[in-house]
């Protein structure tokens, strides 16, 4: 399997989500499937025990996926000080075209969120941004067309606990 880099961040988030999912998900599912089966004497004609098995297995494969994408991973720590967008950072940037100002953090791919402002080092955005300092010019062909970001300013992920 190909390793895969994930920030520390990103890490702790599939673990604790791997944790939740293990532990209490599959109980309440199981729950749910003994009830409907209590409740009726031909389960698979019951409702709620065939839409608690279908949660039960997309549960499970969430679990598989989440355990292949960490046993893949390998946590990539940004070069501390060095001055350049690394995997791990928050990265500011103004759009030269709309004057927009907008916050991003380089992540793995696994942990990308652009809704949560988590971008792919290895989306078009991440590559162009990665490796460039404060005030560098940054130039991207999105899939609107052409865009032109200035770094603004790139921080360090705060340390970890």
């Known amino acids: 399997m190909n390793e895969t880099l994930i920030t520390p961040a990103g890490l702790l988030r599939l673990s604790d989500e791997l944790d939740r999912l293990k532990s209490t998900g599959r109980d ?54 060095n001055g350049v967008v690394d995997l791990g950072e928050r990265v500011l940037l103004r759009d030269l075209d709309t004057g927009a100002v907008h916050e ?10 652009p809704a949560a402002g988590r971008i792919s080092a290895e989306s078009p955005l991440g590559r162009a941004l990665f490796g460039l300092g404060a005030g560098d010019l940054a130039v991207v062909d999105a899939p609107k067309g052409r865009r032109r970001l200035r770094i603004l300013g790139i921080e360090q992920p705060a340390a970890a606990a």
Do not use: C, K
């Open 28 to 81: 309440e599912i199981a729950e749910r499937i003994r009830h409907a089966v209590s409740t009726d004497a031909d389960p698979t004609a019951n409702s709620d025990y065939l839409a608690a098995r279908e949660e039960q297995a997309v549960h499970e494969w969430r679990i598989a996926q989440l355990e292949r994408r960490l046993a893949a991973a390998r946590v990539a720590e940004p070069d501390a000080g």
């Open 104 to 113: 991003y953090e380089l992540v793995g791919s696994f942990e990308a969120d």
